[in-house]
């Protein structure tokens, strides 16, 4: 629309230099000026609701007048037809071309645009799910069926299908940002609306396209900030299979001025690899770095907002969300000015045969893409076998590079094996053991098929030949799995398996594979789907997850931090084997170990002490996987949760890290911090608790300070 203006314009102010064009030029002139005509009438309709304003803004204050602008160019568009088109037949009959070809390019785009409303409006196949759930799984995914749902949110449209231009056009939609003005939609939104409601839609395009970020409630705009700096330092534990990251952040607002009703909220979602938490926060204000505090997700919350919604103060506050990520929340950052902030994330390292994978976090909020980079990635150990980057930089055991913001990189060594290690604290000693699968007698009676998009014909056809019933889910009940079903079926862009729906899950198992799309179980809620998953999380007994490869979704992967499932990962081949033996990898988790599957390794807590000759950060990843194995069908009180988050300072779906500008803010909100826990983690930082004996030791060596002090002032 912009690059169609432009030429008009400029196809204009050629008329005044038509004679130097050859007839061929000046035809195609004719056929654009034909193009000018509607668009500038399109604009006029488009500004009458101001013209008003603007013919008062005139006569009394000396402005205004750009509200006319669109009427003037029109004139002026018609008096150049006038003078130089009309009087020539090739040229009239290419100006009227013109005019046909808008007429046409519309009319096929209204076309497109009904028949991608009728495939948005669907009516739900499944009622224990909301109604938008069914339009995000089998809804076409092109352009139009994406304008479609952006009509309003996206795009300026007019309002509530009145038929009328005359009203004032909305400047900002739920995605933060100007709303788009796309003279297509607009009119196509005339002959019919789009039957998804503005807020069906942001969940529609959320589960289709991965929009989470943009659709996030806000209590400020943040569509004048850019990211301008990423600093990632990390520590690297290869003998542990963990790292401790920390990002710290420029985020540099562009609005015009300072003033603090000009403030921008900057939010910022981070993806963490699986198992992985975050364990500080800081926040730079006047200058000096401010670090967290961990509380209750509920006051982080209210203090966050009251601060920020009325008091325009200086907070930031990360919580926990699904599918691995987190956000982070920072205000304000004043124009033409920068806040920063940091975040440290401890998490394990990705096994990949003999090797160990440090993925780069990476991180959606501001653009960031004219952002610097400087990384510094600390092994604690000689690593052996390296392989970087080719812009990372070895100096012995630190690898580190300068250049523009790059989100997908990673760094890889060989596993020299999970060696001694130990790290103790308020009587608890925490080490990391070699994951092992142990297989346990397993009789599987039914197979229950999780379909989607992402399956092929074969491999429905190689699990079918293990002779097993099969069932799957369409129509509000289970099928057999028929290939007619499965092929109707696999149109689907997800699948949300009703876990709760399984009759017997000890002798059941599902067959899924991974695909990254699918609404988030909170996305849900509300839902008697959502209710009845929640209620089966008390139901005893674990399900058999076989997943045949690929990333598992936002949903799925929920249920399996929450342990719903007895889960690995594998061939055709593989599931047929154990099939064979009638055997499955088995639940070796307890109260006392977790199992972090991707990094390969269980951590195991024992109820003695010992010398720590280990980072603290192995608490805290045994206290996270511990609390997400609690909250599912071996249910944690809440008051558990926080103790233990609090113990460790981690952020979990009950707690959070905020930070707030004074103490007084902290004692209004009732926000204190626990002296007997971790603290904010740190790079080269142990952050170790210290034990009822060192406690004894500290007070003694204070008291004898404090003795000698007053000793030598009384002798002076």
């Given at each position: 629309?912009?690059?169609?203006?432009?030429?008009?314009?400029?196809?204009?102010?050629?008329?005044?230099?038509?004679?130097?064009?050859?007839?061929?030029?000046?035809?195609?002139m004719?056929?654009?000026?034909?193009?000018?005509?509607?668009?500038?009438?399109y604009?006029?309709?488009?500004?009458?609701?101001?013209?008003f304003?603007?013919?008062?803004?005139?006569?009394?204050?000396?402005?205004?007048?750009?509200?006319?602008?669109?009427?003037?160019?029109?004139?002026?568009?018609?008096?150049?037809?006038?003078?130089?088109?009309?009087?020539?037949?090739?040229?009239?009959?290419?100006?009227?071309?013109?005019?046909?070809?808008?007429?046409?390019?519309?009319?096929?785009?209204?076309?497109?645009w009904?028949?991608?409303?009728?495939?948005?409006?669907l009516?739900?196949?499944?009622?224990d799910?909301?109604?938008?759930?069914?339009?995000?799984?089998?809804?076409?995914k092109?352009?139009?069926?994406?304008?479609v749902?952006?009509?309003?949110?996206?795009?300026?449209?007019?309002?509530?299908?009145?038929?009328?231009?005359?009203?004032?056009?909305r400047?900002?939609?739920?995605?933060?940002?100007?709303?788009?003005?796309?003279?297509?939609?607009?009119?196509?939104?005339?002959?019919?609306?789009?039957?998804?409601?503005?807020?069906?839609?942001?969940?529609?395009?959320?589960?289709?396209?991965?929009?989470?970020?943009?659709?996030?409630?806000?209590?400020?705009?943040?569509?004048?900030?850019?990211?301008?700096?990423?600093?990632?330092?990390?520590?690297?534990?290869?003998?542990?299979?963990?790292?401790?990251?920390?990002?710290?952040?420029?985020?540099?607002?562009?609005?015009?001025?300072?003033?603090?009703w000009?403030?921008?909220?900057?939010?910022?979602?981070?993806?963490?690899?699986?198992?992985?938490?975050?364990?500080?926060?800081?926040?730079?204000?006047?200058?000096?770095?401010?670090?967290g505090?961990?509380?209750?997700?509920?006051?982080?919350?209210?203090?966050?907002?009251?601060?920020?919604?009325?008091?325009?103060?200086?907070?930031?506050?990360?919580?926990?969300?699904?599918?691995?990520?987190?956000?982070?929340?920072?205000?304000?950052?004043?124009?033409?000015?920068?806040?920063?902030?940091?975040?440290?994330?401890?998490?394990?390292?990705?096994?990949?045969?003999?090797?160990?994978?440090?993925?780069?976090?990476?991180?959606?909020?501001?653009?960031?893409?004219?952002?610097?980079?400087?990384?510094?990635?600390?092994?604690?150990?000689?690593?052996?076998?390296?392989?970087?980057?080719?812009?990372?930089?070895?100096?012995?055991?630190?690898?580190?590079?300068?250049?523009?913001?790059?989100?997908?990189?990673?760094l890889?060594?060989?596993?020299?094996?999970?060696?001694?290690?130990?790290f103790?604290?308020?009587?608890?000693s925490?080490?990391?053991?070699?994951?092992?699968?142990?297989?346990?007698?397993?009789?599987?009676?039914?197979?229950?098929?999780?379909?989607?998009?992402?399956?092929?014909?074969?491999?429905?056809?190689?699990?079918?030949?293990?002779?097993?019933?099969?069932?799957?889910?369409a129509?509000?009940?289970?099928q057999?799995?028929?290939?007619?079903?499965?092929?109707?079926l696999?149109?689907?862009?997800?699948?949300?398996?009703?876990?709760?729906?399984?009759?017997?899950?000890?002798?059941?198992?599902?067959?899924?594979?991974?695909?990254?799309?699918?609404?988030?179980?909170s996305?849900?809620?509300?839902?008697?789907?959502?209710?009845?998953?929640?209620?089966?999380?008390?139901?005893?007994?674990?399900?058999?997850?076989?997943?045949?490869?690929?990333?598992?979704?936002?949903?799925?992967?929920?249920?399996?931090?929450?342990r719903?499932?007895?889960?690995?990962?594998?061939?055709?081949?593989?599931?047929?084997?154990?099939?064979?033996?009638?055997?499955?990898?088995?639940?070796?988790?307890?109260?006392?170990?977790?199992?972090?599957?991707?990094?390969?390794?269980?951590?195991?807590?024992?109820?003695?002490?010992?010398?720590?000759?280990?980072?603290?950060?192995?608490?805290?990843?045994?206290?996270?996987?511990h609390?997400?194995?609690?909250?599912?069908?071996?249910?944690?009180?809440?008051?558990?949760?926080?103790?233990?988050?609090?113990?460790?300072?981690?952020?979990?779906?009950?707690?959070?890290?905020?930070?707030?500008?004074?103490?007084?803010?902290?004692?209004?909100?009732?926000?204190?911090?626990?002296?007997?826990?971790?603290?904010?983690?740190?790079?080269?930082?142990?952050?170790?608790?210290?034990?009822?004996?060192?406690?004894?030791?500290?007070?003694?060596?204070?008291?004898?300070?404090?003795?000698?002090?007053?000793?030598?002032a009384?002798?002076i």
């Amino acid at each position: 629309w912009a690059v169609t203006l432009t030429v008009c314009c400029i196809n204009n102010i050629a008329y005044g230099f038509k004679e130097v064009f050859p007839p061929l030029v000046r035809t195609i002139m004719a056929f654009v000026l034909g193009i000018s005509t509607c668009c500038f009438l399109y604009l006029t309709f488009c500004l009458l609701p101001i013209c008003f304003y603007g013919g008062i803004g005139m006569l009394f204050f000396g402005i205004g007048g750009h509200a006319f602008i669109p009427l003037l160019f029109l004139i002026y568009t018609y008096t150049l037809v006038s003078q130089y088109v009309f009087f020539r037949k090739k040229h009239r009959y290419a100006y009227f071309s013109g005019i046909g070809f808008v007429v046409v390019v519309i009319a096929v785009y209204i076309t497109l645009w009904i028949n991608a409303v009728n495939d948005a409006y669907l009516m739900p196949d499944n009622k224990d799910l909301p109604a938008w759930e069914n339009v995000a799984r089998k809804t076409p995914k092109n352009a139009i069926t994406e304008r479609v749902l952006k009509a309003g949110l996206v795009y300026q449209v007019v309002g509530d299908g009145d038929m009328s231009f005359l009203e004032m056009p909305r400047r900002r939609g739920l995605f933060d940002a100007e709303l788009l003005q796309d003279p297509l939609v607009t009119i196509a939104s005339l002959t019919r609306p789009s039957y998804v409601t503005e807020t069906d839609a942001a969940k529609v395009l959320s589960a289709m396209y991965d929009s989470r970020q943009e659709t996030q409630d806000r209590l400020w705009s943040g569509d004048k900030l850019s990211t301008i700096q990423v600093r990632t330092n990390a520590d690297i534990w290869p003998s542990l299979h963990m790292a401790y990251t920390e990002k710290t952040i420029n985020v540099f607002s562009a609005a015009p001025n300072a003033a603090s009703w000009n403030s921008q909220e900057a939010i910022y979602t981070f993806h963490l690899p699986e198992g992985g938490v975050v364990t500080s926060l800081s926040l730079w204000i006047n200058g000096k770095e401010e670090k967290g505090v961990l509380t209750t997700k509920e006051k982080a919350t209210e203090a966050y907002a009251t601060v920020v919604g009325r008091e325009r103060r200086d907070p930031s506050v990360v919580h926990w969300q699904e599918g691995n990520t987190v956000t982070v929340r920072v205000f304000p950052v004043l124009g033409q000015s920068s806040r920063q902030f940091k975040i440290g994330i401890t998490a394990p390292l990705l096994q990949q045969g003999k090797q160990l994978v440090y993925q780069n976090i990476w991180f959606q909020g501001p653009d960031a893409r004219d952002a610097r980079e400087d990384v510094n990635i600390n092994f604690q150990e000689e690593p052996v076998g390296v392989e970087m980057p080719g812009l990372f930089n070895r100096k012995r055991n630190t690898f580190s590079s300068v250049g523009p913001y790059d989100a997908d990189w990673q760094l890889s060594c060989i596993d020299p094996g999970v060696r001694s290690n130990l790290f103790t604290a308020n009587n608890k000693s925490f080490f990391v053991a070699p994951y092992q699968k142990e297989l346990a007698a397993t009789v599987v009676r039914t197979i229950y098929l999780d379909v989607n998009q992402s399956w092929t014909l074969a491999e429905f056809n190689a699990i079918k030949n293990l002779h097993y019933p099969m069932k799957v889910y369409a129509e509000n009940e289970w099928q057999p799995a028929t290939e007619e079903l499965f092929k109707r079926l696999q149109k689907d862009r997800y699948s949300l398996f009703p876990v709760y729906k399984v009759p017997e899950r000890a002798t059941s198992l599902v067959i899924t594979k991974g695909n990254v799309v699918s609404p988030n179980l909170s996305d849900l809620g509300g839902s008697k789907f959502y209710e009845e998953l929640q209620a089966s999380f008390q139901t005893p007994g674990k399900l058999l997850l076989f997943n045949l490869g690929g990333e598992l979704s936002p949903y799925l992967r929920t249920l399996k931090e929450y342990r719903l499932f007895r889960y690995t990962t594998g061939d055709i081949a593989e599931l047929k084997q154990w099939m064979i033996l009638k055997q499955f990898p088995a639940d070796i988790e307890n109260d006392h170990r977790v199992v972090i599957e991707p990094a390969g390794i269980t951590i195991n807590m024992e109820e003695h002490t010992g010398v720590s000759n280990a980072p603290d950060h192995l608490m805290r990843l045994f206290a996270y996987n511990h609390i997400m194995q609690k909250m599912g069908p071996k249910k944690m009180s809440d008051s558990e949760i926080i103790a233990t988050a609090k113990e460790s300072y981690i952020v979990t779906p009950s707690s959070s890290l905020i930070v707030l500008e004074t103490q007084k803010d902290y004692d209004r909100f009732n926000i204190h911090d626990d002296l007997n826990s971790l603290k904010n983690a740190s790079i080269n930082g142990k952050g170790a608790v210290p034990e009822p004996h060192e406690w004894a030791l500290i007070i003694i060596g204070l008291v004898c300070m404090l003795w000698f002090r007053k000793k030598r002032a009384v002798a002076i």
